[in-house]
Nanobody, 118 residues
Framework: QVQLVESGGGLVQPGGSLRLSCEAS????????MAWHRQAPGKQRELVAS?????????GDAVKGRFTISISGDNAKKTIGLQMNSLQPEDTAVYYC??????????WGQGTLVTVSS
């Protein structure tokens, strides 16, 4: 079982920056993908960014060039960050952390709300 705890959401003005963090603990396999997804009101959940165990990163088209995913930690505990720059109102959403590992492990965090508004 994998536990995920997100932090860092809040209210920010358009053009501003915010950093999210997600701490993963529990049965963390050496082979994994960790990711950030988001869901805006009335819309489907979408992939924001992902990072694999060997460091490969991937970004959704809407955030390329503005958001950066990072990872630190060891086999016992990992933390992924999401640095979000040049935020726009359309980035308003609940952001979820996700851990996908071997054996079908697929865990989600509780979500953290990001609101971009003046």
């Amino acid at each position: 079982q994998v536990q995920l705890v997100e932090s860092g959401g809040g209210l920010v003005q358009p053009g501003g920056s915010l950093r999210l963090s997600c701490e993963a603990s529990g049965s963390l396999s050496k082979l994994y993908v960790m990711a950030w997804h988001r869901q805006a009101p009335g819309k489907q959940r979408e992939l924001v960014a992902s990072i694999s165990h060997f460091g490969h990163t991937s970004y959704g088209d809407a955030v390329k060039g503005r958001f950066t995913i990072s990872i630190s930690g060891d086999n016992a505990k990992k933390t992924i960050g999401l640095q979000m720059n040049s935020l726009q109102p359309e980035d308003t959403a609940v952001y979820y952390c996700r851990f996908s590992g071997v054996g079908g492990v697929d865990s989600w965090g509780q979500g953290t709300l990001v609101t971009v508004s003046s």
